[in-house]
């Protein structure tokens, strides 16, 4: 069965605190590994696609990086209005299927 | 440039009354209709998709039903709620190419089941 695990569950760090979160996958024949972010109370918002393993996206501090089985979303210097959570998203039997992970919440404080 | 229109925004229903929320899209033709459930903590849950006017596809086995009266509307109902139908419900679109992932939001229904 098609699955996406993301880790940590929450992530707090200070302000200009680099880190990583992860989405790990398991898929039959990867089609493409989304990310979204996703503010309290509202829908999501597409942030990258990422097609073939050693693939990089980048948008101001956010960097999205894919392997054979799992994706990272970087963060650099990370600010408070970066606080938010972060879903990552495969493809699964279709193209009308989207699943999500649960989500990594990230809450950056001053 | 397109819109995506849900509501209601909130909604408080005693278990075993009926259930209407309304999804719709302006400034596309022929979209691809997503309704997805995101319960407390957890991550989002596709319920039904639509690929045009009457096609409507089925994720998961529940009291809920899906309809698409027109090309750019969506309907997700229920004739009797449950307490395990509160949740937030988010109705999404892409266009009918649709394999880059991308799915454009609306910003949510939050029903809550008493």
């Known amino acids: 069965e098609d699955q996406v695990t993301q880790s940590p569950e929450a992530l707090r760090l200070q302000e200009g605190e680099s880190s990583s979160l992860n989405c790990s996958y398991t898929?039959?024949?990867?089609?493409?590994l989304f990310w979204y972010r996703q503010d309290p109370g509202k829908g999501p918002e597409f942030l990258f696609t990422l097609y073939s393993a050693g693939e990089e996206k980048e948008k101001e501090r956010l960097k999205a990086t894919l392997t054979k089985k799992e994706s990272f979303l970087h963060i650099t210097a990370p600010k408070p209005e970066d606080s938010a959570t972060y879903l990552c998203?495969?493809?699964?039997?279709?193209?009308?299927?989207?699943?999500f992970g649960a989500g990594t919440r990230l809450a950056v404080h001053p | 440039s397109q819109t995506i229109h849900q509501w209601p925004a909130t909604l408080v229903q005693p278990v075993g009354s009926p259930l209407s929320l309304e999804c719709t899209v302006e400034?596309?033709?022929?979209?691809?209709l997503y309704w997805y459930r995101q319960a407390a903590g957890r991550g989002l849950q596709l319920l039904f998709y639509?690929?045009?006017?009457?096609?409507i596809s089925s994720e998961v086995p529940q009291n809920l039903s899906a309809s698409r009266p027109q090309d750019r509307q969506f309907i997700l109902s229920s004739k009797k709620l449950l307490l395990s139908d509160s949740g937030f419900y988010l109705c999404?679109?892409?266009?009918?190419?649709?394999?880059?992932?991308?799915?454009?939001f609306g910003e949510g229904s939050r029903l809550t089941v008493l």
């Open positions: 999404a679109w892409n266009p009918l190419a649709g394999d880059t992932g991308e799915l454009f």
């Open positions: 898929v039959s024949g990867l089609r493409g």
């Open positions: 998203a495969v493809f699964s039997g279709g193209y009308n299927k989207l699943i």
């Open positions: 400034g596309t033709s022929n979209p691809n």
């Open positions: 639509s690929v045009g006017i009457g096609q």
